[in-house]
């Protein structure tokens, strides 16, 4: 078992930043690789992020590549989200995931999830 807490969401204005982090417990952190996804009211969870265990491999969408930034700590169980240039579309829940498999751009492939952390961006 994985356990995962997310924090540092909240209200920012267009064109701030936030850095999400998501602390994980448990099982060896090091060997599974992390994602994070999002939702936003009314719609379908969304990828956003994905690194693998050992940061060699990144991957973003189109829709946050440039703005957004995925890294890990290993020596502190820990996942990042650096978020910049924030826009009132990326007002969503976000959630930190870990999987055991290769395909981390697919929420389905994720075998732990966090709670959430709620991210508004006010226009």
């Known amino acids: 078992q994985v356990q995962l807490v997310e924090s540092g969401g909240g209200l920012v204005q267009a064109g701030g930043s936030l850095r999400l982090s998501c602390a994980a417990s448990g099982r060896s952190f090091r060997v599974y690789g992390m994602g994070w996804f999002r939702q936003a009211p009314g719609k379908e969870r969304e990828f956003v992020a994905a690194i693998t265990w050992d940061g060699g491999n990144i991957f973003y969408p189109d829709s946050v590549k440039g703005r957004f930034t995925i890294s890990r700590d290993n020596a502190k169980n820990t996942v990042y989200l650096q978020m910049t240039s924030l826009k009132p579309e990326d007002t969503a829940v976000y959630y930190c995931?870990?999987?055991?498999?290769?395909?981390?751009?697919?929420?389905?492939?994720?075998?732990?999830w966090g709670q959430g952390t709620q991210v508004t961006v006010s226009s």
């Open positions: 995931a870990a999987t055991g498999s290769d395909l981390i751009g697919i929420a389905k492939s994720y075998d732990y």
